[in-house]
């Protein structure tokens, strides 16, 4: 029979003051005990915690990792370990913890998640996808783990088999907001899908909202118009790589105030400079729908703008309770919110043409330019030479998601490669090196006569890198029926002609907007043969292919695609015509 602890009534308690929150009278009592015994494993594991949770991180690792070297393989000391690691941004550590971790207990649900979240954010989506699913089967009834297997599948590209598997959760859990959003956003990558059908999914999920009732009018008052944003994406990401030039001019006005409302916990350089240019600012991350509510209502807003629709960490639930008298939503999302509670959608004369409102519930407010602002960036290199002048042969690319690459897309680009002999396809972005992404690419181009030394895989850069990645290749391909966003004026602004073919969707409109914008949007395609027939036209003549690789950035700087001064009017004046107030 083992020796009674002698510190096990001291631990006790101490645990008892650490779960209730007195965390000074937790450490008295793990401090007493470890001045006994220095290498007592559970009390340094558990002070290793309520350091980190003091923001003492570097000494709270030390201590866990003083436990470890008492007991090597404990899965609940990894376990914590690799929690700290991951929230202090150390995912190589974090993860070989969890390993670690699931090595001793692969019971651990939370550890398979972790690590196949991480896995995820790093593009090894065929690992993340397998460590998701044994989450699954540990515990089958958790609706969560589905949802991150259904956001693997969409993330290699498997978008039949994503909405299969959220069809199937919705049937059981038909209230489940998160699956809800899941399969609506996951529906704008389906091939062959058209507004009306869109507009049913979305119309569908709303439904399940009382009608809002009207926001009580405001009184015309005196002072500047106050327009919040609300988003979990006000970091590097596309809607705070957008929002970032427009927050800076509005800042200059004096009859207009800004208010973000940040629903994001990771700080980077894009959510600084978001931050600083805000009139004000308040932190939501964390925060319940009946909080987020209350935040709303009390900052007296007129004008809220929604900034995620139904991606990831939306909080439309919240809109759809009327917390501003006039709601909008922008940037984030490609196209219906479904809700009546929306009364305005932000865009332009491209992305929803006139005649295109039936497939909207919101009205529709079409800027005058480009329906986001794009500011290039400072660092790109200098477009390089047409590489098919030193190759021989023309390179077509790609630097967009997985997920957008499906199978009548690729169907498409295989017959553009037999039409041009010799011609090579590189295809870049995170995760595009995994080998389930690789796989399912080459056998899909496969099918059509391509085979896989003619295609490239380039995975996550660094931005600079990514840019400069560009130089490699002579003509780029839009994916349908979700197109280039960013992408698009990245690969422009490097010379690098893009050919689209628009549906009549918003996912698939990004490119056409963005180009006509630039001023090159001759490139636009009106069915798929004139898709291949553009393509195959720009390779033909290298000569002139290159001198408009040399000559578009001037092209485009000199565009409405660049122009955020004018691009800020226009926002403002949309504002003016909603509000009825003289801005």
Known sequence: ?????PCADTL??????????????AAERYLAILSQTPDHGETLHLFGLLLHQQGKSSEGLSRIGAALQRDTANPVYLYNLGVILQELGRDAEAADAYRKCLAA?????????NLGNLLADHGHFGEALEAHRNAAKLQPGEVDHHLRVARDLRLIGDIDGSL?????????????????????????????????????????WASRFPHPVEAAKRKRRKGALRVGFLSPDLGNH????????????????DDLTTICFNDRKRVDEYLQRNRAAAGEWHEVAGKSDGELEADLRGADLDVLIDLCGHGEGNRLPVLARKPAPIQMTWAGYVGTTGLPAIDYLISDGH???EGSEAGYVEKQLRLPANYVPWEAPAYA???????????GFP????????????PSTLALWARLLRMVPGSRLVLKYKGMQDPAVVQRVRGLLSVHGITPDRIDFLGQSNHVQHLAAFAGIDVALDPMPYSGGLSTCEAIWMGVPVVTLPGDTFASRHSLSHLHHAGVGDTVAKDEEDYLRIASALVSDADALAKRRASMRSIIAASPLCDRDAFADGFVSLLAKVTGRKL
């Open 105 to 113: 207990n692969p019971g651990n649900a939370s550890a398979w998640v």
């Open 12 to 25: 006790s308690e101490a645990l008892s003051f650490h779960q209730g929150g007195a965390l000074l009278e």
């Open 381 to 391: 290199p200098e477009p390089g030479p047409l590489p098919m002048l030193a190759n």
């Open 395 to 406: 390179t077509f690319g790609c630097f967009n998601n997985p997920t957008k690459l499906t």
């Open 351 to 353: 992305e929803t043409p």
């Open 164 to 204: 299969a598997l959220l069809g199937e959760v919705l049937n059981q859990h038909p209230g489940h907001e998160a699956a809800w959003s899941a399969m609506l956003f996951t529906s704008q990558y389906q091939p062959g899908i058209h507004c009306d059908e869109l507009l049913r999914r979305h119309s569908a």
């Open 1 to 5: 029979m083992p020796a009674a602890d």
């Open 238 to 253: 596309p809607v705070g790589i957008f929002l970032a030039p427009l927050l800076e001019r509005l800042r200059e006005r």
